[in-house]
């Protein structure tokens, strides 16, 4: 292994060891489901495919099998992973361990222990006391609490456990560069569990609130209906705040977590999963960042596509705000208790995220295990045919440089912080088996909506609204978050969606002040005196004159158009530092061909690097067909 003694660090273009950076494409082995004698063919598949990190999961559940003795391999050699991990050292690969303890939804219980699962004191809780169950394939099973000293106990155990296995084989001693965490729970789920009721009360005294609303508030949370407009606001408000302690608490277990490692003797950056509507678990760094799971999609044509196009155009101006790489987890292939998924859909869900600013990707399944279908290599290591697929991606990110490349941005949408957490809790007032039918339909469940969150779903459709006006237009666009709008970079116009909070109030003054025009558009309650107190336009909330008024502001502002047609094709363009386009994403989400025009940017030949075709500009502009449902990778070249 290396000889260098620096530990392995995170920056925006991938993991940096020693004097070598090293682009995050990475690819999922289960090494407890497969025979020892195969894994010297699955690693070597994984490499042949372009991966050089392998993302092992290790679950709770498979070594400890029996209450209190976790087996590292003595009983079972498929758990030796030090044995898996060396293997993986001498064909020259890189691992990124996955140590849970909560592991994917293919895995009984999450891959967490039965007796841990079962044990009352662990369970998460619901209004009446009673333990909430999720009634998932293959297997209904509650869920544990976040907030219970019990389950935290159990997790910390476990976590000292391997990552005494861990801390040996870490960089530059061994070739482990990461390990990923993930304690559990479940989204859109409120926990009465006493620890975490106790949670809430104390937040509640911390904000001023008095004995009887704290009451009110609890009440509020067990989903008391009530009958006036202005008790129904309170009781969301309240719901905001269950939400707020929520995520805290998630986010106080993830960095038990990371402590536990460190206390193990863990040298290496932290990964962890970050759910489409929440904040960061911990202080993304050098040694810390956010994986976003992408893996259960729905169709590429589907209504939650733009959601998700958004929640990775926002996950990914969130790293690069803070140099460090935007993750995303894309699954290859489906469970056998899910919506089956085609090849062409995994491929695409990766091109789409790829083309919204996600710059590392972990290719979930890369090895089939069991509970699964359609990943690129059979268990023994066999590649199939779409894994060649696969390959040339791997090779156009190499090629490309891709993670070292900017997306091209004129105008940024910036999303109120109070969004998340009020969607949040209208997905909160779902059944838990809402969760299931998200799982298996690859759809979302309609919250019930109620008076005190209809401007909080208004807005979520007017940033859809607008990100349709602007893909129409060809203006190249990106969704962000208000904590997260720094730097402006060579984004010429901010259209604020919401409420504005006092710190991004004072940069967009700041902004205006020195040109970068800045519009807003509050909520339907808010006016447009209370959210500023200096001449910063406010855009109309209807979305019948949206598309008048950015055909104003293009002439207005000048802002960049991409010579594109027909309307139905979208474009993404990433550049290098020196502001020249280099990559090129055109992508069709109807379900017929287009036969696309396009700027060639300059370029005199693009060549799409997925399926080797290769079209010459003709005045500056590139013909090429775009078949349905697909999304062509094109290298710019002179």
Not at 131 to 158: C, D, G, H, N
Not at 303 to 322: F, G, K, N, V
Not at 409 to 432: C, E, F, Q, T
Not at 619 to 624: F, H, N, P, R, W
Request: hydrophobic fraction near 45%; aromatic fraction near 6%.
């Amino acid at each position: 292994m290396s000889t260098d003694s620096r530990a392995p660090e995170l920056t925006r273009s991938g993991l940096v060891l020693g004097e070598e950076t090293v682009p995050l494409f990475m690819g999922s082995v289960h090494p407890f489901a497969l025979e020892p004698a195969a894994w010297p063919a699955a690693l070597a598949a994984v490499r042949t495919m372009g991966i050089r990190v392998v993302d092992a999961c290790v679950p709770w559940a498979e070594h400890e099998r029996t209450s209190g003795e976790i087996d590292f391999g003595a009983s079972d050699p498929r758990l030796d992973i030090g044995r898996f991990v060396a293997l993986a050292g001498e064909l020259g690969l890189l691992v990124s361990l996955r140590i849970g303890p909560a592991q994917s939804h293919d895995r009984t219980r999450l891959g967490i222990p039965e007796p841990v699962i079962w044990d009352p004191e662990c369970q998460a809780r619901s209004a009446e006391g009673k333990p909430i169950v999720l009634p998932t394939a293959p297997l209904a099973f509650p869920l544990p609490s976040l907030a219970s000293e019990k389950y935290l106990a159990e997790m910390r155990r476990w976590a000292l456990a391997v990552g005494a296995q861990i801390a040996p084989l870490c960089h530059p001693r061994g070739p482990v560069v990461a390990c990923h965490v993930d304690p559990g729970g479940a989204p859109f789920v409120f926990d009465h569990h006493p620890s975490a009721l106790e949670r809430y009360r104390s937040a509640l005294e911390r904000k001023g609130k008095t004995q009887e609303a704290i009451v009110r508030a609890l009440a509020s949370a067990a989903f008391a209906d009530s009958g006036s407009i202005d008790a129904e606001r309170e009781a969301e408000g309240w719901l905001r705040d269950f939400v707020e302690v929520g995520e805290a608490i998630r986010n106080d277990a993830v960095r038990a977590l990371r402590s536990a490692l460190e206390t193990a003797g863990v040298s290496v950056p932290i990964l962890y999963e970050a759910t489409l509507d929440a904040r960061p678990a911990l202080p993304e760094s050098r040694r810390a960042a956010a994986v976003l799971d992408l893996s259960a999609l729905g169709p590429s044509a589907s209504p939650e596509r733009r959601r998700l196009d958004a929640a990775a155009s926002a996950h990914a101006a969130r790293a690069a705000a803070r140099a460090l790489p935007a993750l995303a987890r894309v699954g290859a292939g489906f469970s056998p208790f899910s919506r089956p998924r085609t090849e062409a859909e995994s491929l695409n869900d990766a091109l789409f995220a790829l083309a919204h600013g996600i710059s590392g990707v972990e290719l979930y399944q890369a090895v089939e295990s069991e509970r699964w279908i359609g990943a690129p290599c059979d268990r023994g290591g066999v590649a199939r045919p779409f894994a060649d697929a696969w390959t040339r991606l791997a090779r156009a990110l190499e090629v490309t440089r891709f993670a070292e490349l900017e997306r091209v941005v004129a105008v940024r949408i910036v999303r109120s912080r109070a969004l998340a957490p009020l969607l949040k809790a209208a997905r909160a007032r779902l059944p838990v088996a809402a969760e299931l039918e998200e799982l298996v339909l690859g759809a979302r469940v309609a919250p019930p909506v109620t008076r005190a969150l209809e401007d909080a779903l208004e807005l979520e459709r007017f940033v859809f609204c607008l990100e349709d006006e602007l893909e129409r237009r060809h203006v190249p666009h990106a969704v962000v978050d208000d904590d997260d709008v720094l730097p402006f970079g060579r984004a010429r116009l901010t259209i604020v969606v919401g409420t504005l909070e006092p710190g991004l109030r004072d940069v967009l003054h700041r902004e205006a002040a020195r040109g970068h025009a800045v519009v807003l558009a509050p909520f339907a309650g808010d006016s447009a005196e209370a959210a500023v107190d200096a001449p910063i336009p406010v855009l109309g909330r209807s979305t019948v004159q949206l598309g008048p008024a950015l055909d104003d502001a293009i002439r207005t502002l000048g802002l960049p158009r991409f010579e594109a047609g027909p309307e139905e094709l979208g474009l993404t363009v990433h550049a290098d530092a020196s502001g020249q386009p280099r990559v090129l994403f055109a992508f069709n989400r109807s379900a017929r061909p287009l036969a696309g025009r396009l700027d060639a940017f300059g370029a005199n030949v693009a060549e799409d690097l997925l399926d080797g075709s290769t079209f010459e500009a003709q005045g500056g502009t590139l013909s090429l067909p775009v078949p349905e449902r697909t999304v062509r990778f094109l290298h710019l070249r002179d």
